[in-house]
């Protein structure tokens, strides 16, 4: 059992993580702007008001936690310039070192950087909605490999899609995406992989794209 800090907790990757977490066994302090949008009780789920670009904001809920995990993420990324993930990380990693907490488990994507990824992404995903989002979520990746106290893990799924958790075998590899992997993933299964990556040191600081 662990003390788990969720990040993005309302939103649908986050409720998934929520549930899972809850499921097994762990304590959850989730953090949200507005509580009402968190349907989920328990008696180990402590749903608490943060802002995510405040370290004070979060350091205060995140003293005795064992890992962060974030499912945060932006609806912008085609006319308007995305701050979100460069910024917010900056605060979780401010909070995280005064609250003595160094493990945290974070989602980007494939392809955030200018490395020939896969076709779908690099001619039509990108150019015409994707391009900012990825650019931010892989500066974000930047800032984490810089960070040598931060134990960090940064997740790169494909598309994501609704569903229920399944059982399916989750490809990885250490590269800005799955060669072969399919393009969409169950957001469901996205949270089954985080929760997997606290229970080994195989995915610590690493970034990793999944797929099925």
Not at 146 to 156: A, F, L, R, S
Request: include cysteine.
């Amino acid at each position: 059992m662990m003390k788990l800090f969720i990040l993005g907790a309302t939103g649908p990757t986050g409720q998934c993580l929520v549930t899972q977490a809850l499921d097994a066994g762990h304590e959850v302090t989730a953090v949200v702007r507005n509580p009402d949008k968190m349907t989920t009780t328990h008696d180990k789920l402590k749903v608490v008001t943060g802002d995510i670009f405040s370290e004070s904001s979060l350091q205060e809920q995140m003293s005795g936690q064992d890992a962060v995990l974030s499912c945060l993420g932006s609806h912008d990324g085609w006319m308007a310039e995305v701050t979100l993930y460069t910024e917010s990380i900056k605060s979780i990693v401010g909070a995280m070192r005064a609250a003595n907490v160094t493990r945290v488990i974070c989602l980007t994507a494939w392809c955030t950087t200018d490395e020939k990824g896969t076709f779908m992404i690099d001619w039509i995903m990108k150019p015409l909605f994707l391009k900012k989002i990825l650019k931010n979520m892989g500066t974000m990746e930047e800032y984490l490999i810089g960070c040598e106290d931060i134990n960090y893990t940064v997740v790169k799924p494909p598309g994501l899609g609704s569903g229920n958790v399944t059982e399916k075998e989750i490809k990885t590899e250490f590269g800005q995406y799955v060669n072969g992997g399919a393009q969409r993933i169950i957001r469901a299964d996205v949270a089954r992989f985080m929760i997997s990556c606290l229970n080994t040191d195989t995915w610590e600081k690493k970034l990793v794209s999944i797929a099925y």
